[in-house]
């Protein structure tokens, strides 16, 4: 039930009292979310001309940010946006324009064909077996609480305190990851000189 | 209906095996990467609904969330500098084409 808050106005307060529940919002939020991201992650599959395949796959990051700022993982939210969108989707959109004319549609493929179908079932059968397992274990009904919360200051305090020595190895692998992609790229045209 | 644990493990087993249907359907080796980064968002999406609905009092699970978009963001640095190249050797990136290592 709504309690009125203090510094509430009563006419305020009336209002409210048919608005839904914490929990009640959630659930619309997750709902609305859940469409918002299996709509892009399906067209991010499912379409042709690569550069759109793209644009769903960043409508796919936004709804996956958006099921964190509803966990409350605020940090981890911003870091999907920044690097997901800002980072991975551009990446991808330059390899497409390095490596297609502009434009990037597939070739002709056989809609329905061997491949299409063999990989289709292979998905759906982990996903019928994953879901089962879902609704049949007690862990599903762990029922969302409120105390949950993150800050931003106590995620930086643990990266650099308890998790130092895996924050060092991201940093190694990061720059290895830089060099080696650098060195992939360029090998031809090294050669060719 | 009030939400659980068990609603975002659907969501993320569905969306699963959506990039896994297209990292295995698509012959584009980019629309393969992309599969595979909707499995891996897909993935860290369960770490962190076990941690709000399970173990919100410790950070490991945001931690390993973390961790793991840190190592996606360089496989696909890494895998899409190996599309180029590949592109640069054979003049197309279909994955079907490239037989050099068959057996």
Redesign the interface.
Known sequence: MWECPSGHDRVTCRARKGAPTV??T??YA?LIL?VI??LG??L??LLRN?VH??LS?IL??LG?AG??FL???D??AA??IL??IG??AV??L???M???NVTGT??P?EVFGM??W???V???A??AG??RA??N?P???????A????SVA??GK??VGH?VV?FEA?AV??TA??I???V??L??VMRRR | ???????????S??????????A?????A??V???I??MF?AA??NL??F????W??I?TA??F???A??????????G??????I???YRS??VDEMKALRG
Request: hydrophobic letters at 65%; aromatic letters at 10%.
């Open positions: 929990a009640e959630m659930t997750f859940s991201t299996l992650a399906l991010a599959v690569l395949c793209v796959l796919f990051f996956v099921h964190y966990l409350r993982a940090f981890l870091v999907q690097i997901y980072a991975v990446l991808i330059f390899a497409i390095l490596t297609r597939e070739g493929r491949k299409w063999s990989g289709g292979i998905a759906a982990l996903a994953v879901l879902v609704i274990d862990v599903s009904q762990a029922g969302s609480s105390q949950a919360n993150s106590e995620i643990a990266l998790w895996p991201m692998l990061l990851a830089l080696g992609a650098v992939i790229a090998e031809e | 209906m009030s939400l659980a644990l068990g609603h975002y493990l659907a969501l087993a569905i969306l699963f095996a959506i990039g896994l249907a297209g295995l359907t698509r012959r584009n980019i629309l990467l992309i599969g980064e909707i968002n860290i999406l962190v609904a941690w709000h609905f399970k919100h009092a950070l945001q931690m969330a973390i961790f978009v840190t190592i996606a963001a360089a496989e696909s640095a890494v899409l500098a190996l599309v180029i190249a592109y640069r050797h990136v279909d």
